[in-house]
Nanobody, 120 residues
Framework: QVQLVESGGGLVQPGGSLSLSCAAS????????MGWYRQAPGKERELVAG???????NYADSVKGRFTISRDNAKNTVYLQMNSLKPEDTAVYYC??????????????WGQGTQVTVSS
């Protein structure tokens, strides 16, 4: 069974920084793309940042220049460094990974979500 476990998040003042991490575990053979999504109250879940298995990142326009996604393939872990946070960044953040596991098919897996609140 594959699990994605997130850590980080919390409450921060506008302009502050937070770091998220997400570790995949279980019967994993290979991980393709990994990414971070967020969902604010009353809004749809949206892609924040993604990264390929070779390390190429992509970002939502709203976070470009402020957020940095990275991954450690040896640890099956993806990170999101969030700087210059704004109140509109407040949301539940979810990690996602496309994984080839013991099921012998590629599947999308999700973390449990972690709350990020930006407020003074």
């Amino acid at each position: 069974q594959v699990q994605l476990v997130e850590s980080g998040g919390g409450l921060v003042q506008p302009g502050g920084s937070l770091s998220l991490s997400c570790a995949a575990s279980g019967s994993i053979f290979k991980i393709n793309g990994m990414g971070w999504y967020r969902q604010a109250p009353g809004k749809e879940r949206e892609l924040v940042a993604g990264i390929t298995n070779t390390g190429s990142p992509n970002y939502a326009d709203s976070v470009k220049g402020r957020f940095t996604i990275s991954r450690d393939n040896a640890k099956n872990t993806v990170y999101l460094q969030m700087n210059s946070l704004k109140p509109e960044d407040t949301a539940v953040y979810y990690c996602n990974a496309r994984i080839f596991a013991a099921s012998m098919v590629w599947s999308d897996y999700w973390g449990q979500g972690t709350q990020v609140t930006v407020s003074s």
